[in-house]
């Protein structure tokens, strides 16, 4: 029994031998990797950066993937092929101005740049954009800059507002505008209106936009003519003035020869080519007439007294007082009265004061003459008196009379009567002052 159980533990250390011997030596070899790949490491930690390409190579050849995972922290190329130089060639990095001796070129900012700021980009330009008038707005625009032009007649001002709008395309409305509410007023304001045209013509209005709206108002005279009986005429003055003042070209009359069928835009026509075939070469300055203040005294004086000789040929009340209106000189209807009652001293026609009379009370009971030009008329006339008897041998005896009948028909007050003079007291008067002028001699 003792020899079987030592031959079996014989056999059993036989076997194991090789056993520990294959261990030992698996052992030592992982040693010598562990012991060669630490040696690997401290190689490259101590190498420098420009030999570092030598070691790389020598430790991925001796090291396999298990130990690539200790370099997933190292910062340095894992492909072991870089120079170790600097990137870009020290051009780059924070903080570093580029290479030497290298010139950039002048960038344009792009707009695009989540950094663009307009403010910063150089000088900027601010410009007020101003929307186009639609049609509705262009009427309730204008029309107080024609109406408040009526009054003041600077078409500077005009032209100034007009500047401040974006008209357009409605360039042409401004002139059919203007002249639809000239027909409607008086001479004065066609006056204004046609100085108005000839000023803004190629500045802010071209000859084809003021063509463009004189054709849509001769196409429109049958119905102006429903509120203004006169308006072919007017078309007519209108299309003459803007010739003469080369506001529409000389073309502008034969456009139409042999192409208007509308009897109206005929008559206007027609009164355009006469209006010019009688000036020819000059302009139509008073086509319109003198508006107003604007006309010379003598001017008013002439026609005030050709106003009155008209009455006493056809002693029509309402057509003086008519041309009165048209006259626009409420400040200077002394003037009226004044050589109204001068011509009814001089008249040798035995109607013609009562003639006067009424036109006076007419003027006077309409309220178109007021109290102070009817008085204003009648002391000028008083203190004029010594003239006119020179010529007059009996204007005192005259006027007494005449004077008398005005009151009587309620045209003068018994204070204006009252101071009617007469011979008597003019020579008193006379007298009077020779003696005073002799006294003062003695």
Same mark, same amino acid.
């Given at each position: 029994?003792?020899?079987?159980?030592?031959?079996?533990?014989?056999?059993?250390?036989?076997?194991?031998?090789?056993?520990?011997?294959?261990?030992?030596?698996?052992?030592?070899?992982?040693?010598?990797?562990?012991?060669?790949?630490?040696?690997? +490491?401290? *190689? #490259?930690?101590?190498? $420098?950066?420009?030999? @570092?390409?030598? !070691?790389?190579? =020598?430790?991925? %050849?001796?090291?396999?993937?298990?130990?690539?995972?200790?370099?997933?922290?190292?910062?340095?190329?894992?492909?072991?092929?870089?120079?170790?130089?600097?990137?870009?060639?020290?051009?780059?990095?924070?903080?570093?101005?580029?290479?030497?001796?290298?010139?950039?070129?002048?960038?344009?900012?792009?707009?695009?740049?989540?950094?663009?700021?307009?403010?910063?980009?150089?000088?900027?330009?601010?410009?007020?954009?101003?929307?186009?008038?639609?049609?509705?707005?262009?009427?309730?625009?204008?029309?107080?800059?024609?109406?408040?032009?009526?009054?003041?007649?600077?078409?500077?001002?005009?032209?100034?507002?007009?500047?401040?709008?974006?008209?357009?395309?409605? +360039?042409? *409305? #401004?002139?059919?505008? $203007?002249?639809?509410? @000239?027909?409607? !007023?008086?001479? =004065?304001?066609? %006056?204004?209106?046609?100085?108005?045209?000839?000023?803004?013509?190629?500045?802010?209005?071209?000859?084809?936009?003021?063509?463009?709206?004189?054709?849509?108002?001769?196409?429109?005279?049958?119905?102006?003519?429903?509120?203004?009986?006169?308006?072919?005429?007017?078309?007519?003055?209108?299309?003459?003035?803007?010739?003469?003042?080369?506001?529409?070209?000389?073309?502008?009359?034969?456009?139409?020869?042999?192409?208007?069928?509308?009897?109206?835009?005929?008559?206007?026509?027609?009164?355009?080519?006469?209006?010019?075939?009688?000036?020819?070469?000059?302009?139509?300055?008073?086509?319109?007439?003198?508006?107003?203040?604007?006309?010379?005294?003598?001017?008013?004086?002439?026609?005030?007294?050709?106003?009155?000789?008209?009455?006493?040929?056809?002693?029509?009340?309402?057509?003086? %007082?008519?041309?009165?209106?048209?006259?626009?000189?409420?400040?200077?209807?002394?003037?009226?009265?004044?050589?109204?009652?001068?011509?009814?001293?001089?008249?040798?026609?035995?109607?013609?004061?009562?003639?006067?009379?009424?036109?006076?009370?007419?003027?006077?009971?309409?309220?178109?003459?007021?109290?102070?030009?009817?008085?204003?008329?009648?002391?000028?006339?008083?203190?004029?008196?010594?003239?006119?008897?020179?010529?007059?041998?009996?204007?005192?005896?005259?006027?007494?009379?005449?004077?008398?009948?005005?009151?009587?028909?309620?045209?003068?007050?018994?204070?204006?009567?009252?101071?009617?003079?007469?011979?008597?007291?003019?020579?008193?008067?006379?007298?009077?002052?020779?003696?005073?002028?002799?006294?003062?001699?003695?």
């Amino acid at each position: 029994m003792a020899t079987d159980t030592q031959g079996s533990a014989v056999d059993d250390h036989a076997l194991g031998q090789p056993a520990d011997a294959d261990s030992l030596a698996q052992r030592e070899e992982e040693l010598h990797k562990a012991r060669m790949s630490a040696k690997a +490491k401290r *190689k #490259l930690r101590k190498s $420098s950066s420009r030999d @570092s390409g030598s !070691g790389r190579e =020598s430790f991925s %050849e001796s090291t396999d993937g298990g130990c690539s995972k200790g370099k997933m922290g190292d910062k340095k190329s894992r492909s072991g092929k870089g120079r170790g130089l600097p990137k870009k060639g020290g051009a780059g990095g924070k903080g570093v101005w580029g290479a030497a001796a290298q010139v950039y070129d002048v960038e344009q900012p792009d707009i695009r740049d989540p950094n663009y700021d307009d403010d910063k980009q150089g000088e900027t330009v601010y410009q007020t954009v101003v929307p186009e008038l639609d049609d509705s707005e262009f009427e309730k625009a204008v029309t107080p800059i024609i109406q408040e032009y009526f009054q003041h007649g600077d078409t500077k001002e005009v032209a100034t507002l007009l500047r401040q709008m974006n008209l357009g395309s409605k +360039k042409s *409305k #401004l002139p059919f505008l $203007s002249v639809s509410m @000239s027909l409607e !007023g008086k001479a =004065s304001h066609r %006056e204004l209106i046609s100085r108005l045209l000839a000023d803004l013509s190629g500045k802010q209005l071209l000859t084809e936009d003021v063509a463009g709206a004189f054709d849509q108002l001769l196409r429109d005279l049958p119905d102006l003519i429903l509120d203004t009986p006169e308006a072919p005429q007017m078309m007519g003055q209108f299309v003459a003035r803007a010739m003469a003042d080369h506001v529409l070209s000389a073309e502008f009359l034969d456009s139409y020869k042999g192409k208007v069928e509308c009897e109206q835009t005929r008559q206007a026509l027609d009164k355009a080519e006469v209006l010019l075939s009688m000036n020819r070469g000059m302009r139509l300055d008073n086509v319109w007439g003198v508006g107003g203040g604007l006309r010379p005294v003598k001017q008013l004086v002439k026609e005030m007294n050709l106003l009155l000789k008209e009455y006493l040929l056809s002693t029509d009340t309402a057509e003086a %007082e008519l041309c009165l209106r048209t006259l626009e000189v409420p400040h200077f209807h002394h003037e009226l009265v004044y050589e109204a009652v001068v011509m009814a001293l001089e008249s040798t026609s035995g109607n013609a004061s009562d003639l006067i009379v009424k036109l006076l009370k007419s003027l006077w009971e309409s309220g178109f003459v007021t109290l102070d030009q009817m008085n204003r008329g009648f002391k000028r006339v008083f203190e004029a008196m010594p003239e006119i008897s020179l010529d007059v041998p009996n204007s005192y005896s005259t006027l007494r009379g005449f004077v008398e009948l005005c009151h009587q028909q309620g045209v003068v007050t018994k204070a204006l009567q009252e101071q009617c003079p007469t011979r008597d007291n003019r020579s008193s008067v006379d007298h009077g002052t020779r003696n005073c002028i002799a006294e003062a001699a003695q």
